[in-house]
């Protein structure tokens, strides 16, 4: 049986970016286009060039992508003046993409009151602002804003801007549910409908979850005849969000009635870095991940410690919907230590350490790990901490120094010319095998004073660390209020372009920050074997 | 035109007090009992007697509800003895309810596998435990478990299962997606199939929330011919959760598909009440509300982007598919990077401020705005400092006190005792009305300290800060390394509950932390009408 493909639009950098509390860097934009790539998503929707100093950065030169096309959102030409004449279509145009999304009403009702234009020049827009796409040359997509609701209005207008796009040659119509009011069984009549005059091969659905449907809506509009979806990552956006790939993508390829008829560029062997993914975007959001997200929450494969345990050990598919492993995430079974030692395991395996998993070492090294995890440590996103804490338990990690003591001073006062500045400066006694060597450097914050400090004489090791970068340091408080726990991640980075991660954990963000800055340290000297 | 009842059961305290990390107490369960019965629910499922100590007690006495019936759960009678005979069933019927809802296997695999009993003899457990019921007298509701999953793989005996209890005089029979996998065309198939033989007005739906569909499902069943939904307030339950009541209720009562055809038991005027319910919920659980939770999230109706706000204020209506009063919430314009003079002016009228949109100090507050957005504040998020900054640009916020100086100082050193301890300690030197205060403090770490320094003596002042508390401490660093910018938010709350959010931005975390305390400070003196 031949599959028909089903194309994936992502909205993350661009919609995503709308969401209350969102707000990427350009590093930030970066990495989510990579790990977009690499997921193997068709189109990636970059964000808005000319609307913000960022994005219009941002579009200066197109990230190197493998796979995905890179988009550029922006709106039509504007009524009354022509394509070439149009400062916002030509900064559009000017962005460094492969494809520009235009967004364009197509309610009667908002072309009269927003863009207080006639429907005829409304139309006229969308047609010359698709043909100055393909002029450049870009593939042209048409968003087409608020669609269902102008399709209820006005069917027969809305229909005449969608052919009208297709008949300039837009590769993609998309019909936007923009206030994501609209419901499955009516998303599935209207796109049948639209499918009926304008191939269903071009036609796209951009849902949002104002009611909790935009998975459902999308899915919908999919079985009525519709070949692109568009959504984001944790389902990010306006409002209440886009709808959610994260959901969408497994159940496109695990659910038979869709693996069965559609295929999506996101290879099957790739759907297990999809809990990764989710969780590294929330890492970059400093959010904690959603426990209950479908598919790729910590708990979508949770099971109560009751009186079905057993039959959920003894043939877990019939009680779990899809493989937890299919998508990079993992069985809880509340009762089992034995999945706590295989992860130990499976850990050690990872950094070259072969132990039978009777070995008392394993069993000492996971109460080591859980204690640690209650106080609040995480060794996800925190490698080089996980291999420190191991090696230890295994007696391979020599104490390269010890710090005697150290201190930080932050001061705020007016300075000879009577600005109001403020000086971070900090002093570190540090024992390197019998010496005592005493540093202090001043730096941009209190933590970085402690790094600068830590870092500018370790003696005889002074050599391996010369060549490192801290390139991240992530800070989450629990429980609120400053005198909660504090969790500091911290990644570096040497010359050979390996980078590591660590944690610390204190009521103390500085004593947070000290202890992943030491095990950085300490990892880098163990992987350079210095002696 | 008469419209046909629909009826919702909510399962919070029983599916949903399985939820990961939910701990009900007795109060808690009464006083969520009471919140469903206002709302007008139809049935409210208290948990299973006999399975654990709380719920026993909690079905010793049933709560006193004014509409909703009050529902016990527990299991079937087991296979091989008589109903009369089987303790775990006289303990559901001993409990103090209106409502048994039995528990039982309709997928063929699991009664073999899982209750090692034969098809037949389950069966006779349904109608003898329904009958035991109904001889109590007790009404009697069936679900069953693996209903769609038990369908697919053999319909004849999933829906002599439903027939059975139905023959039996069971009131309703409701068909469980279990695990969650089922698609809402599947449901919908599936339940079409099942009311052909079962009336619909007996059938109920059950949907779990694993493919996000939870909330799609349940309609879909409705649009099948089921006429019970049940479901949970936020969509608490078992890992991902159950169909969310909080999104069905508003979808049922105002999108006119369904409102036009069914009728609910929550009466129109009680829907206003949605939202507040939702976060008495949240913090109850001591978490933190979804912002993009549909219909109640602080974000539901917030629109960021500029180009679209103008639009929003002029005619809310066609840009909200719903009206946020009528769930108890608000719209929001957010002041953001892409903000527009609408949203200034909207965020400036709920502070109480009424300026004309060509008042030269709009233009200028939106500059301002821009470039300290530019720097990295967020004010979408940091409510108090936004009307600060717009009561500075107004000339309305007077300087109540300078700080001229201040110190932090963090030692790590041994103590007398030889243990390794972390000192924090600051200083302020404050200036109040000509008078010079001088206050120092130790403090869990540097910006605990800092804190407390700074509010232990504001002279005049003094007194309009002593109720103040920290109630939450987040930091974000962008661009990565410890010199990078740092933004900082705090959450201060007083006496009365009013609660605040101030930001601070700066490479220096303990500069950044200074100004949102200083900026919540003035804040309250501000609010207190401070001389």
């Known amino acids: 049986m031949t599959r028909e493909?089903?194309?994936?639009?992502?909205?993350?950098?661009?919609?995503?970016?709308?969401?209350?509390?969102?707000?990427?860097?350009?590093?930030?934009?970066?990495?989510?286009a990579a790990m977009l790539d690499s997921l193997g998503l068709d189109y990636i929707e970059g964000g808005y060039p000319g609307a913000n100093p960022l994005d219009t950065e941002f579009f200066s030169a197109k990230p190197k992508l493998r796979h995905a096309r890179f988009a550029a959102f922006g709106m039509t030409k504007r009524a009354g003046r022509s394509a070439a004449n149009d400062p916002g279509l030509a900064t559009l145009l000017a962005a460094d993409a492969d494809v520009v999304t235009y967004v364009a009403k197509t309610w009667d009702?908002?072309?009269?009151?927003?863009?207080?234009?006639?429907?005829?020049?409304?139309?006229?827009?969308?047609?010359?602002?698709?043909?100055?796409?393909?002029?450049?040359?870009?593939?042209?997509?048409?968003?087409?804003?608020?669609?269902?609701?102008?399709?209820?209005?006005?069917?027969?207008?809305?229909?005449?801007?969608?052919?009208?796009?297709?008949?300039?040659?837009?590769?993609?119509i998309v019909l936007c549910d923009t206030n994501g009011g609209t419901l499955p069984h009516e998303i599935e009549r209207i796109v049948t409908e639209v499918a009926r005059q304008v191939p269903g091969s071009h036609l796209g659905v951009h849902a949002h979850n104002d009611t909790e449907n935009a998975v459902a809506n999308s899915l919908a509009a999919v079985r009525a005849g519709a070949r692109q979806i568009q959504g984001s990552l944790n389902g990010l956006g306006e409002r209440c969000g886009n709808a959610n790939l994260v959901?969408?993508?497994?159940?496109?390829?695990?659910?038979?009635?869709?693996?069965?008829?559609?295929?999506?560029?996101?290879?099957?062997?790739?759907?297990?870095?999809?809990?990764?993914?989710?969780?590294?975007?929330?890492?970059?959001?400093?959010?904690?991940?959603?426990?209950?997200?479908?598919?790729?929450?910590?708990?979508?494969?949770?099971?109560?410690?009751?009186?079905?345990?057993?039959?959920?050990?003894?043939?877990?598919?019939?009680?779990?919907?899809?493989?937890?492993?299919?998508?990079?995430?993992?069985?809880?079974?509340?009762?089992?230590?034995?999945?706590?030692?295989?992860?130990?395991?499976?850990?050690?395996?990872?950094?070259?350490?072969?132990?039978?998993?009777?070995?008392r070492r394993v069993a000492h090294l996971l109460d080591?790990?859980?204690?640690?995890?209650?106080?609040?440590?995480?060794?996800?996103?925190?490698?080089?901490?996980?291999?420190?804490?191991?090696?230890?338990?295994?007696?391979?990690?020599?104490?390269?120094?010890?710090?005697?003591?150290?201190?930080?001073?932050?001061?705020?006062?007016?300075?000879?010319?009577?600005?109001?500045?403020?000086?971070?400066?900090?002093t570190v006694k540090v024992c390197v095998d019998g010496e005592t060597l005493i540093s202090a450097a001043e730096g941009e914050g209190p933590v970085n004073a402690l790094d600068l400090a830590l870092r500018k004489d370790l003696g005889k090791y002074q050599c391996f660390i010369e060549d490192l970068e801290l390139v991240d340091y992530r800070v989450r408080v629990f429980q609120g209020g400053t005198d909660a726990v504090t969790r500091v991640l911290i990644e570096f980075r040497d010359v050979t372009g390996e980078s590591w991660s660590t944690v610390g954990v204190s009521a103390n963000i500085i004593d947070a920050s000290f202890q992943a800055l030491t095990d950085a340290i300490t990892y880098k000297l163990l992987k350079s074997g210095a002696q």
Chains 1, 2 share one sequence.
Request: one cysteine or more; charged letters at 25%; glycine letters at 6%.
């Open 5 to 32: 493909k089903l194309t994936l639009f992502d909205t993350t950098l661009r919609d995503g970016a709308q969401t209350t509390g969102v707000d990427f860097s350009l590093a930030d934009k970066r990495h989510i």
């Open 109 to 172: 009702y908002h072309v009269h009151v927003a863009l207080g234009c006639t429907l005829e020049e409304n139309i006229a827009s969308i047609t010359e602002s698709i043909k100055a796409a393909l002029g450049k040359p870009r593939e042209a997509i048409l968003d087409c804003e608020h669609f269902f609701d102008g399709f209820k209005a006005n069917p027969d207008y809305a229909l005449e801007c969608a052919k009208a796009a297709y008949a300039a040659g837009a590769r993609w």
């Open 247 to 359: 959901s969408l993508i497994p159940t496109l390829l695990l659910k038979p009635d869709f693996a069965e008829n559609f295929e999506i560029g996101v290879p099957f062997e790739k759907l297990s870095s999809l809990a990764k993914i989710s969780h590294t975007l929330d890492e970059l959001l400093n959010r904690a991940p959603n426990r209950h997200a479908p598919y790729v929450g910590a708990s979508a494969f949770a099971t109560k410690a009751g009186i079905h345990a057993s039959a959920v050990m003894k043939e877990p598919r019939t009680y779990e919907h899809v493989a937890p492993e299919s998508v990079g995430n993992k069985r809880r079974l509340l009762v089992s230590d034995q999945a706590g030692k295989s992860n130990i395991l499976s850990e050690l395996e990872r950094i070259g350490v072969r132990l039978d998993k009777d070995d």
């Open 368 to 426: 080591e790990v859980k204690q640690k995890e209650a106080l609040g440590y995480a060794y996800e996103g925190a490698d080089a901490s996980f291999e420190l804490l191991a090696r230890r338990a295994l007696g391979e990690a020599p104490n390269y120094f010890e710090v005697e003591r150290f201190r930080v001073n932050v001061e705020r006062r007016h300075n000879a010319q009577g600005d109001l500045v403020t000086v971070s400066e900090a």
